[in-house]
T-cell receptor, first 110, second 114 residues
Framework: AQRVTQPEKLLSVFKGAPVELKCNYS??????LFWYVQYSRQRLQLLLR??SRESIKGFTADLNKGETSFHLKKPFAQEEDSAMYYC????????????FGQGTRLTINP | KAGVTQTPRYLIKTRGQQVTLSCSPI?????VSWYQQTPGQGLQFLFE???????NKGNFPGRFSGRQFSNSRSEMNVSTLELGDSALYLC?????????????FGSGTRLTVV
């Protein structure tokens, strides 16, 4: 069965410091990976998807199939990055459901 | 364009009652998925509909059901409510199913069972 693990429930860094939110997955086939973000009192929104290989709000994430990881990184954290971050996996073929990790609450300290 | 709209925003129900939640997807989106979000279990997939057909179902009891109408609007129903059904229910829509398809989420319906 598919599984997404975000080992850190809470992560706190200072403004300007690098940030890395970890995500590991287990899935026997080829998955599609996403990062979703939920700011305070806002709806869950898509941040990144691995197939796009894009940088959004300074965040990047690389799919490492060897390590089955999809860590989210930003070189210089900003206070507005404080939010709840969810890593999610979707099968490329078969069930089109998203399997979410438990989430990491990121706090950027001034 | 309008986002995903869920109604109502809040609901309080009594154990044993049933409830119906509604989701209007983004115009043109044909896929609607439902998720349950709780502090303990996180986000869990309930079911997905595409073109009025249920394509996938999560591991929830039969008390949880849904349907999709020809205009892509979807409803989910929970019968014989239990205290543990208290949660934020999220609806997500997407244009298609398949690779590269991102989902747009609604604000959710917060259900409290007392």
């Amino acid at each position: 069965a598919q599984r997404v693990t975000q080992p850190e429930k809470l992560l706190s860094v200072f403004k300007g410091a690098p940030v890395e939110l970890k995500c590991n997955y287990s899935y026997s086939g080829s998955p599609e990976l996403f990062w979703y973000v939920q700011y305070s009192r806002q709806r869950l929104q898509l941040l990144l998807r691995h197939i796009s290989r894009e940088s959004i709000k300074g965040f990047t994430a690389d799919l490492n199939k060897g390590e089955t990881s999809f860590h989210l990184k930003k070189p210089f954290a900003q206070e507005e990055d404080s939010a709840m971050y969810y890593c999610a996996l979707k099968e490329i073929q078969g069930a089109q459901k998203l399997v979410f990790g438990q989430g990491t609450r990121l706090t950027i300290n001034p | 364009k309008a986002g995903v709209t869920q109604t109502p925003r809040y609901l309080i129900k009594t154990r044993g009652q049933q409830v119906t939640l509604s989701c209007s997807p983004i115009s043109g989106h044909r896929s609607v998925s439902w998720y349950q979000q709780t502090p303990g279990q996180g986000l869990q997939f309930l079911f997905e509909y595409f073109s009025e057909t249920q394509r996938n179902k999560g591991n929830f009891p039969g008390r949880f059901s849904g349907r999709q109408f020809s205009n892509s609007r979807s409803e989910m129903n929970v019968s014989t409510l239990e205290l543990g059904d208290s949660a934020l229910y999220l609806c997500a829509s997407s244009l298609l199913v398949g690779m590269g398809t991102g989902y747009t989420f609604g604000s959710g319906t917060r259900l409290t069972v007392v």
